[in-house]
């Protein structure tokens, strides 16, 4: 997916059609979302017209400074082949969905604050978006499980989430044939950003899809850390 191919053709900045007079040295608005949005994500602007996951993605990495509070304060393995073997919490429910059994959750057994959320039926984020998350849509703040996932780019990149739409295709990761989906770790909000190619598969809050990722469940902050890995 490209931002600049699908939807930002027109100015976007401020009420004239003379955009380039709010931008230094003829960036234009295409260029400063391109570079936010792979900024957000851990990757390079190298390319100003690049895909988000084919700008030099596996030689650079464009690294977030963390306030304090948004420290994991224990160790997360490089690899999630370390974090095997996995048991299961059979207490575990989805809060949005307590009657869907397909769903489950695992704690590792190395790193009991690591947990792995197996084919988990999603929550439609609001009405009228194309989005959603793990968790109970009246209680968003208190059941949003989605938040906190382990960043697809940690490590040797083998934690990338996978989705699945209800009869079990999978949702190829960065694919637009399957909606050019992204999940936000920080905010737990999964996004289809390509709408029309979304439309083929008929998600909405009756076909929400199902997901599998990492989350980090231990301590946060500076206090208690021990060893965090490095992206």
Known sequence: MSLASNYFSYPLIGPTSNYQDYLADGVNPTEILNYLFKKSFGFPNANPYNDYNNDLASFYKSEKNLTNNNIYGQFIP???S??????????WSNPGHPLDTSGAKYISSNYP?????SNVKM????????SFFCGDSTKVIATNFSKNSIPYTFGNLSFKPKLYYANGDEFLFGNSNYGSWLLDADSGVLTFYDRINLALYAVDANNPPRITFWRYEGLTGNSGIVNVGSY
């Not at 370390?82 to 207490?91: A, F, G, K, M, W």
């Not at 929550?123 to 194309?130: F, L, P, V």
């Open 78 to 80: 490089f690899a999630s």
């Open 123 to 130: 929550t439609k984020a609001g009405n009228d978006s194309n």
């Open 82 to 91: 370390s974090l095997y073997p996995l048991i299961q919490d059979t207490s």
């Open 113 to 117: 604050y690591i947990a792995y959320y």
